[in-house]
């Protein structure tokens, strides 16, 4: 059984670790949580870690990461909403297993790009966050808007890319009523890309 830790911080909303939390409670996920990390007390991601009597570290410097993964050794470590930037030492101690969903679509080359389910070319939004992101999809009247889950790596907003989602854009959509609806499929992406990798039997 894998061994999960998640980061959170108060910049999301939770969803994300509501979803593994269920995935893992369900059995579909094969794996533990053993730690859910949060860089400042007032995270609401914390009262579900609370609900589910989940252990909970609050760290507020990103300098005193890497120990305290250290000796928690998780097989992967969940980024659900983390705010602070993950210092190239913790990339480096934790090689391909660091996941991330990022609020645009990754190539899987850094001079790739990815199509849209109508052949469209789909935005990178390398470098923008959530808002900025998805504002970046209405304003280039892109067709879709979509996430990518990866393994973080030395390359900002790139690395092995573990699965993809689209969400069409409607007329009269608002970053708001977009990501909501894109959220949805963000929670689900992330159960699917854990019980693959959870549950395959070879170690990455």
């Known amino acids: 059984m894998k061994r999960l830790v998640i980061l959170i911080s108060n910049k999301g909303t939770g969803t994300n670790l509501q979803a593994i939390i269920d995935g893992v409670n369900s059995k579909k996920i094969n794996a533990k949580i053993i730690a859910v990390i949060s860089d400042t007390p007032k995270a609401f991601g914390l009262e579900r870690a609370r609900k589910n009597k989940l252990p909970i570290k609050i760290i507020p410097k990103k300098e005193d990461l890497l120990s305290t993964l250290k ?22 101690a934790f090689p391909n297993r660091i996941l991330n969903t990022h609020p645009g679509l990754i190539p899987d080359t850094l001079d790739g790009v990815v199509k849209n389910p109508d052949g469209t070319d789909a935005l990178w939004n390398k470098g923008k966050m959530t808002d900025k992101a998805i504002q970046n999809f209405l304003d280039n009247k892109a067709t879709y808007a979509g996430c ?17 989602c689209f ?38």
């Open 167 to 204: 969400k069409k854009i409607k007329k009269g959509d608002t970053v708001e009523s977009l990501y909501k609806r894109l959220k949805k499929k963000e929670n689900r992406l992330y159960v699917d890309v854990l019980v693959k990798i959870c549950n395959s039997k070879k170690h990455h």
């Open 71 to 92: 000796k928690l050794n998780p097989d992967y470590i969940c980024l659900a909403g983390w705010k602070q930037i993950i210092l190239d030492e913790v990339i480096e």
């Open 148 to 164: 990518t889950n990866h393994f973080l790596s030395d390359e900002f907003d790139f690395g092995p890319v573990l699965g993809r």
